[in-house]
């Protein structure tokens, strides 16, 4: 016997959401955030009423509002094709990159220009790869200079840390190691935001949720945080 499929779709609010509502032949409701945007769905059975729904999405507001805001955190897959005249970026500032052969890669900053040297410039990725390759040098400087401020300001320190190129978020925080990882992308960002990250990931040391407490402390050892998260979060950089 042929099933009949019946769905209805449509844009919605409940509980101050605005979401996507999909009524479908199905026996329970769920919530989905989809990227980049953030766009709320939720899928929910044919004869669902509206108290049901209205209650189901009071229930789960707050891991809506995370994930929403987790979502928008992540950086950009990046379109770049890592030729000359493109815009590359170190510690928020803008530079014109220039590509050329060379017995050696190497990177370095000449003037308003990263120069690119490139044994074999093949493809997009291997080009990426040299740049991320000196991004992560970059980086791990910066972080040995800036680490030890950021645990005499926090007053917790991290037993080990390394760098990842990361595509959710911009670090973590291991807390029963208390192991940090920063994500390579902050080589992009001004040294301001990379502090920013480190700290809060030292306060996870005392607080592992993202709660009042969380931003008591932060409030405490990084005043004007939420603004650094507004810049590191804005998408318009690279
Ligand atoms: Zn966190």
Redesign the pocket.
């Known amino acids: 016997m042929k099933a009949i499929k019946q769905q209805s779709v449509k844009k919605t609010v409940f509980a101050g959401i605005e979401l996507l509502l999909i009524r479908k032949r199905i026996k329970n409701m769920y919530l989905r955030i989809i990227p980049p945007e953030g766009e709320v769905r939720l899928t929910a059975p044919l004869r669902a009423s509206n108290k049901d729904l209205e209650n189901f999405v009071i229930k789960n507001a707050d891991w809506v509002h995370r994930k929403c805001v987790e979502i928008q955190r992540r950086p950009v897959a990046s379109p770049l094709e890592y030729v000359s005249g493109e815009r590359h970026f170190l510690w928020g500032i803008p530079y014109e990159l220039f590509v050329e052969q060379a017995k050696r890669n190497s990177v370095s900053i000449e003037g308003n220009y990263i120069v690119l040297k490139i044994t074999n410039a093949g493809t997009p990725e291997d080009r990426e790869k040299v740049m991320n390759e000196w991004y992560r040098r970059e980086l791990k400087k910066a972080i040995g200079h800036y680490l030890p401020d950021c645990e005499l300001i926090t007053g917790k320190q991290a037993s080990d840390w390394g760098v990842r190129n990361m595509r959710t978020r911009w670090g973590t ?1 291991n807390v029963a190691k208390k192991r940090i990882w920063l994500n390579l992308q902050l080589a992009k960002k001004s040294t301001e935001c990379l502090k920013y990250v480190i700290i ?2 030292l306060v ?1 040391l005392y607080e592992r949720h ?1 709660n009042a407490r969380f931003h008591g402390y932060m409030d405490k050892f990084c005043p004007g945080w939420r603004e650094i998260r507004e810049k590191l979060n804005k998408r318009n950089e690279n």
């Open positions: 925080c809060h990931e996870h993202h």
